[in-house]
């Protein structure tokens, strides 16, 4: 009888709410107003948006925000299951691998407005007359913006999963299901974290193109932040283009001390060293919930449930036994699926040539593949100059993690700044000095994709093992030696996932950089860009598609005669373990 009072007793201290509780519950409750009171806006009726147009007044930047911030949030949270689900799929599966990552390869480089022209009509007719068809539309148009760096990511984590690891995971006998969420979920997690920030940031220049939604000749302009910057640069304000700005950092800086460093302190946990981090991050908010008292016991029978899915002994199909020799059947599960891939591409590439054969000759074929090559030498030339700025920097960054909390904020800042709003400089400065528009607008391609290869190398440096860099001091390695032998091969993984989201983005970039324009005054770089531009103006359909296919190829030819055979580099040579 004592000690179930003395139980009780425990019990009641522990729901007894303290001070901590107090200041999270307030934080909660208005989250979810906040929420609450966005979602409503989006079962309104459509005429609501003619009613009240977007305007540049400042005081309703504040509503705008929000109306972004709850598309881009939901947008990754859709992207994170995609990226659990698609990415595991690759990794774990040879056969899946061979049509998965190439597909991956084709849809980062696919413009987001090719997947607004087929996305918008069907979103639309789900939710007619409603702005919550409009705003589903959005948020697939960001999603696309965010989710393929995050699954190159996380499928690059789980294909470098240390051998002793995989090992240890062996010998305890896990099921795929239990390895999935004990030890390849967990490795992964600092790589991805650092990608969804960037996917966030970046998601913020697609944000303009995608919350004003054309169907036929009517055009659906959502209230936001994007179509606010939009309507400012249609009437060259530049007040308001500055209010937007200052709007977008204010935003930056809460969901980043509100969301993204909490989660970075949180997984820090989960770097892979056999000695203690020196420098552990740190998060006011994660301290905060860690204080609480009433929460944290509430918070207990979530957790229950998380360990027993978690727990689960489930094996993948792969896992059953049949009674015939295994090599034979992999030989022939090979043919019949690469026969199954054989044929749908040759059906695939038949259409396509039927359809481009009847509007187009060889020498528009000439034409786009000229200009694909040319685009493809500007990628080559400003990935190779962002790697050698960038990777430095990003090293000096991750590896010290003070530095790293107080350079987050202003990262994805600059990652999150609309590349678009430095048209006007660029035009201005071309045609004050005559300068050549093919070299001089080539830096707008990579001024907001350049962000993925220094956030993955933040992410590889920070996930570097203390231990290493311990046992690299005790053998004196400094300078070059240090570089090539310590650092360089421990962010490689990292920085092929980053330089092969940058490329894809900058491909997709090619089409509003290589075309910019300020007022009455317009610029054209020759590339596969302003084809692809300037076919999309004319409404020029066949050359349209020529040009994204071109582009595609190429995009998908380059990872794999240069970037696949790196990934494969660095899984045999540069895994840890």
Known sequence: MAFQDFRTAIMGQALRPNIWDVV??????????????????????????????????????????????????????????????????????????????????????????????????????LFPGRVLGAELACV????????????????????????????????FHLSGWQRFWRLDVPFAMPGL??????????????????????????????????SYVALAIEQRNLAAIGYALLTMLLVIIAYDQLLFRPIVAWADKFRFEQTASGNAPESWMLDLF????????????FSAVNRAVSNLHIEPPTALRWQVDRRARSRVLDAIWF?????????????????????LGPSDVVTAVGSGLVTLARVVVLIALATLLWVPIGVWIGLRPKLAERIQPLAQFLAAFPANLAFPVFVVVIVHFHLNANIWLSPLMILGTQWYILFNVIAGAS??????????SSFHLRGWR??????????????????????????????????????????????????????????????????????????????RLVWRPLYAFGERRLRLG
């Open 339 to 359: 026969a199954i891939i054989g044929a749908s591409t040759g059906y695939a590439a038949w259409r396509a040539y039927q359809y481009l054969s009847t509007n």
């Open 482 to 559: 240090w570089w090539i032998k310590v650092v360089l091969p421990g962010i490689f993984p990292y920085y092929v996932t980053g330089a092969i989201t940058a490329s894809g983005g900058s491909w997709n970039a090619s089409i509003v950089a290589e075309v910019a324009s300020w007022g009455d005054t317009r610029l054209t770089a020759k590339g596969l860009g302003s084809y692809i531009a300037s076919a999309t103006e004319a409404g020029d359909f066949p050359r349209v598609v020529l040009g994204i296919a071109i582009m595609c190829i190429l995009v998908t030819l380059f990872n």
């Open 290 to 301: 860690r204080r609480t008292r009433a929460l944290r016991a509430l918070s207990y029978p």
């Open 24 to 125: 999270a519950i307030i934080l909660v409750i208005g989250a979810m107003v906040l929420i609450v009171y966005g979602g409503e806006q989006t079962t309104l009726p459509l005429s609501t948006l003619e009613a009240s147009p977007v305007s540049l007044d400042p005081a309703n930047l504040p509503l705008y925000a929000l109306r972004t911030t709850m598309r881009m949030l939901l947008a990754i949270v859709c992207s994170t299951i995609f990226t659990f689900i698609y990415a595991a799929v690759a990794a774990k599966s040879r056969r899946a691998e061979i049509v998965l990552i190439p597909l991956l390869d084709i849809l980062q480089s696919v413009p987001i407005l090719g997947f607004l022209t087929f996305t918008v009509v069907f979103f639309m007719n």
């Open 463 to 472: 996930a570097f093992p203390s231990d290493l860099r311990e046992a690299a």
């Open 193 to 226: 974290i650092w990608n969804a920030m960037m996917s966030m940031s970046g998601g913020w220049f697609f944000v303009v193109a995608s919350e004003a939604i054309t169907v036929g000749n009517t055009t659906v302009t959502l209230p936001g932040v994007g």
């Open 140 to 171: 697939f148009a960001i999603f696309t913006s965010q989710a393929w760096n995050m699954t190159f990511s996380m499928y690059q984590s789980i294909r470098n999963v240390p051998r002793d690891l995989e090992e240890a995971s062996q010998s």
